[in-house]
């Protein structure tokens, strides 16, 4: 059994890790609503965009949606999405695990894109890692993430990539966050569910409205996946922070009951000393 020196000074130090992964769940809490704000607002927009942007390119050819291009895939830039920061859980580590999974299972020529550190940390020995940048996560806007959204555009049609893949962790809610692969380009003209036979009047025209709209529809894209991410690093960190310090809690207790027991048995044996002491004496 530990002395009562040492077991005062585990308590002491349990008590100290309480004080700041309770204090880092409630700075998780403040900033996840925040972030669970913007991505709440940004899902209808972006879901209404591409709505749009499906119904008006369904009777486009090909050749005329030049980001709807459909080549040979060979060559595929992997967009990674991850945090600057750990104590969050698996946030990071799915993510990497998910990219992984991804390279392992394809035959194509890749290249890597890593937006935070800990992306960049994982795949920093990987020759196919062509950008690092920390900068964006620090600070998420939508003007930011248009100029890196208009990058990868440029680098498709430039021939560069044939397909750009983003890989993220999508908000669900607080407990939950889903790692996601997203194609983001070439622009897929797909749709999902009953299909819409409204017809409409479009001004000034169709192909017009649309070189405007597909371009907006991939920065919104690219945008809201680090909006996701961002609420999802919140998210973890809020959870893993609340079972760090329950643990903690857990783990004084033990120790406390263990000192108690500790401090009893010391006591009991000098109380044991000093009877035998005096019956020593009186014999």
Avoid at 50 to 58: D, G, M, V
Avoid at 96 to 114: D, H, P
Avoid at 117 to 136: H, M, P, Q, T
Avoid at 232 to 251: C, I, V, Y
Wanted: with cysteine; net charge negative; aromatic share 6%.
């Amino acid at each position: 059994m530990a002395n009562l020196k040492e077991l005062r000074n585990r308590i002491t130090s349990i008590g100290n890790t309480m004080k700041i992964t309770s204090a880092m769940k409630m700075v998780s809490a403040a900033k996840l609503k925040k972030a669970q704000d913007a991505v709440v607002q940004m899902r209808p927009y972006a879901s209404k965009l591409t709505e749009i942007l499906q119904k008006a390119s369904s009777t486009l050819d090909s050749g005329e949606n030049a980001y709807g291009e459909s080549r040979e895939s060979n060559r595929t830039c992997l967009v990674v999405i991850t945090s600057n920061r750990g104590l969050c859980g698996a946030f990071n580590s799915s993510i990497v695990k998910q990219a992984k999974v991804y390279i392992a299972e394809t035959s194509e020529e890749l290249s890597i894109v890593a937006i935070g550190k800990k992306a960049g940390d994982a795949f920093k020995d990987d020759s196919r890692l062509v950008d690092r940048n920390i900068e964006l996560w620090d600070n998420i806007n939508l003007d930011a993430a248009s100029l890196y959204a208009e990058k990868l555009m440029k680098a498709y049609l430039s021939g560069e990539y044939d397909k750009v893949v983003l890989v993220y962790n999508s908000f669900r809610n607080a407990a939950v966050q889903e790692p996601t692969v997203e194609q983001m380009l070439p622009v897929s003209m797909e749709t999902e569910g009953p299909v819409d036979t409204t017809e409409y009047l479009y001004e000034p025209s169709k192909t017009e409205i649309l070189e405007d709209l597909i371009p907006t529809s991939l920065k919104t894209q690219f945008f809201a996946s680090l909006l996701d991410a961002n609420a999802s690093e919140h998210g973890a960190r809020m959870t893993a922070m609340h079972k760090a310090t329950d643990n903690a809690n857990a783990l004084r207790g033990e120790l406390k009951l263990e000192y108690n027991k500790a401090r009893q048995a010391a006591i009991t044996n000098e109380i044991l000393e000093i009877v035998g002491g005096a019956d020593a004496l009186a014999g």
